[in-house]
Structures are given as C-alpha cells and as structure tokens.
C-alpha cells in the first residue's frame, strides 16, 4: 500500500466523485444489513471496477471484524480509504451512511410523533412484535463461527457456553454495565491462552502483556462519565455503541435499551423496539437505530449527535489505524480477546430478546412473535422481509380495531 492510502494494485486514482456516487448507491439499495453491503462492495471493487484483489478485500474483512464497532460500516470506509486516502474515507464513508441516516430520521418522526395515525402504530407495534424473533435468529446465526473459533476440547467449549451464559445474564440484568462483561470475557480467554502458552514455553510475557494493556485500554471507557444528562447522555450512549460493541450491528440492543428506555426515559420499551425495527428495514448499517433513539432525546439534532458520536470512532479506526491492521491481525491477544468476548456477545444478543418479548402487551403481538420465530429461526429467511410483514399485520390489526398498546 502506498503512502497516499492507495492499493499497491491500483492502476489509477478514483476519482471522489465516482467514490460518492458507488458508495452512494450501496447507501440506498443496502437492504438486508453486513451480509448484503459486503456482497456490494465486494462486487464493485473486486468484480465491477477492479480496484482491489480478491486477497486485499478478504483482508479487510478480517482485518474490520477485529474491532469494535459496525464492522460493514468500516468496511466501506477502509475500500474508499484505500482507494483515495483520508478523503476518500470521508467521502465514501459519509456516503454510504447518509442515505439510511435521512430515512430514519424521517421514519423516526413519523413513528415516534406524538399522535400519529392509527395506522402507524398498528405498523410500528407488528414490526416491534417481530424484533424478538430478530434477535434470536442473530443469536443463532453467530454461534458456530463462535463454538468454531473457540475451539473443539471440553475445556473449550464449556469456557464459550460460560461466557454465553455470562453475557444473557447481563444483558438482562445489567444494562448499560454489559460491555465489562464482553471485555472481562475477552480478557479471561487471553489470561487462559496465555498461561497455556506459558506451560509449554515457560515465556510468561504473554499473560503480563495481554492482562495488563487491554485492561487499562479499555476499562475507562467502559465506566463513562455515568452522570451525564440531556445531548451529553446522547453521545455517550451512541458513543458506546460505535467504540465498544463487539460482534456486529444486533449487539446495539442491550447496550442500549436500559439507557433509552430506564435511565434517561427517552423512549418506552415499545417505542424502543419500533427504533430497532426502524434500524433493521433501512438500508445502511443497522447501527442506524441509535440515531432513532437520539430522535427520541432531542429530536433531529439528537438524532445527528447521536450518528456522529457512534459512527466516529469507525472513520477514526481506518484513518488512524489502517496501516496497522497486518500487525492487528497477526497479535494472537487480540484474537484471543475476540475469541472470548465473541460467545458473550452472543448471549447478550439472544438474552436481550427476553426485556423485548416482555415489553409486548397484546396477545395478537404474541401472535405475530410465533410467525416470525418460525420465518427466521426455523425457516432462517429475510429479516426485512418478516419486519414488514410483521408491520402489515400491524396495520391489518389496527383495521381491526384490536387493542396496539
């Protein structure tokens, strides 16, 4: 790679234009979450315009899902950024954002206005009904890479369904304190590599290293400044999740809920599950639910504050660190913390579906949560698909005249 942030590969520099318009396009017509914007990229800077070997595309997809943050997200950066440098990060990368950033924001006035058509709250309680169903497919669909990477022993994976359990407990119980569950995971599976590593070596530097670092790289953010009120709150929440959410877009949901819904009183735990299914039926990434949950705080500019606050830290990890992510990837500690952090992520993500499902108040909602288990856990189809679905029941309900709230 160049010093100007190009591909060594590369036989010319794209142009910003052309960077705002392709990014753009994935912007607009990424429905369907990472799976689909990764199948994008892939196809216009590997297949389409050349821009990038096949090798250099699967390295910055390893190299993203190292850390922390919409991994989909840092991906379209880091091919813009390669591309063209620093500017063409911004470019690409605000492009890419954008578009989901004005539907849920215009989604989110509507759904969270303070008297909207009855039609409305018809569709927002069936989309909200089949977010439980949502979380537990993520859940589902994470878990073998998880049990893979951790290992096939007994002592391994009885260590991934601690962690598991460690993680739905949390995210039950603790709120906003589960990110210290995720991180002390990935910590105890670094001290537990390490001190494998130390009995057939007798090296010791691993475990000192390994402990020590990440504990004091991350714990002060982990704490936060807890008495923040009004826009500050905004952007410590949304903060948490763009620089400390670990295994993808779904983990968002207990890192939030409790502040949304029981700290701060932005929203009501119904209103929370119609910002997740707002964050699922866009396109773009599906971190875009925090900027539904900002809405909520302070309107519009909270909704800005909050997608500023969560997706900075993506621009700043591929701007600041992307020459550096060989060295990531090669650091076993690294892979080791995602390797324990992983499983709790799971847990958390399949644990927050219990708060989700108990904040559904009619049976005709329970109703719709049956469909939408067997659709995308037992059939394992689209999720955008089961939302909007789940949204006409909704309004086929509210037609009805049956009971939305």
Known sequence: MGPDGCTAGAERVVGLGVIAREWGRIGVTGFGGPPTHILLLRRLC???????????????????NLLPGPASTQLAVLTAWRLRGVPGALVGGIC??????????????????????????GAAAGAGAAVPAVAVQAATSLAPAGLGRMGRGRAARARWIGYALAGAVAAVLTGPWLVLVLIAAGLTEIAVRADRADRVDRGGRGSREGGG???RAVLPL??????????GAVAWVAFKVGALSYGGGFVIIPLMRDDAVNRYHWMTDGQFLN????????PGPVVHTVVAVGYAAAGIGGGLLAAVAAFAPSFLFVILGGRHFDRLRADRRVGDFLTGAGPAVVGAIAGSALPLAAALGQGWQWGVLAGALLWLVIARRGVVLALLAAGAAGVLAAAAGLPLG
């Open 96 to 121: 890419f954002i954008g578009p989901g950033l004005v539907l849920i924001l215009a989604l989110a006035a509507l759904f969270l206005a303070g008297h909207p058509p009855r039609w409305v709250l």
């Open 275 to 282: 910002a997740v299914a707002l964050g699922q039926v866009t």
């Open 222 to 231: 982990a704490t936060g400044p807890l008495a923040l009120g009004g826009l």
């Open 213 to 215: 670092s990440g504990g």
């Open 46 to 64: 590997v297949e389409r315009r050349r821009w990038l070997t096949p090798e250099e595309f699967e390295d910055g997809i390893a190299a993203t």
